[in-house]
């Protein structure tokens, strides 16, 4: 696989794809970010922006890694001391989960998001945004159903974050584009350039595969999950065997294949005992989806695969909390 291959592989937006292409001719110390609310545990929401770090430090990118405490706060995710040991726990889950130590540097941003530069140019943006636009961008990660002046800020300071981490590409879930989009129009205003974006699909929510998955509703995956919790909730997982025809349902065990499994592991078996077949083995996620559609894999079988493949990129990482307790 090529350079742009690798970076760009399960993306589903590139802004824009001639920039990428441009990274990809000389990744060698080029420097991505993600940045994440510290919530202390590694959901699979993470895990899927990590699986694109994981392939952009096999491109030959640095990765930094932001742990927003201020951003968590600014979004009213508890006191600004329990925003900051939950971020402690996370570092732990990165690594363990695939990350390359020697390449990933861990930031926090109230290390760099107080001192005056940035908050003058906090201030600069503030003018250059109308309240209308901070709004909108914060509409799929705002908590709460009102924007509080805070949540206004908080899309400008991740615009500002771009820049202050000396950043070639900003990474993140489809829910950061309007965010990413507003700091490619408004950062060139006070004399920074436009940052050039990736983002990640986002999964439909387990059970249903109506939605999105997400930490905060739904049946979702996390480090903290047994492997019996992971058996139970992928059996339980919304999965039927041809595409929905409106397009309204995914099915989010194909999803999981697809952006966690596959890229991960070289070639994926699904174990079935003879009389049903014998052992059924894929190097390629088309080829999966193929023999569900088809009826030649059947959904139970796929999911006991899934689950296995997923309790085995999981298990470092619960490791570690249970080390930690
Ligand atoms: N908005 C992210 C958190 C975040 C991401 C980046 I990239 C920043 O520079 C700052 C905050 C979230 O929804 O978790």
Redo the contacts with the bound molecule.
Sequence with gaps: MDAYELISRNAEELVTEAEVRELAEDPEGKRA?????PSGVLHIGHMLTANKLIDLQEAGFEVVI?L?DV??YL?DKGSFEEIRETAERMKEQFIAYGLDEENTEFRF?SEFQMDDDYVLDLHALELETTLNRASRAMSE?QSGESTKVSQAV??L??????EY?DLDL????M??RK??MLARDTLPSIGYESPTCLHTPLIAELSSGEGKMSSSKGVTISMEDSTEDIEEKVNGAFCPPTRDPDGDLENPVLQIFEYHVFPRFENVVVERPDKYGGNLEYDDYESLEDDLESGELHPADAKSALATYLDELIAPGREKLRQAE
């Design positions: 970010y993600v940045g994440y609310e932001l927003a951003h968590a979004n941003g990660i908080y899309p300071m991740q615009s500002l974050d771009i981490l900003a990474i993140g879930g829910e950061q965010v990413h």
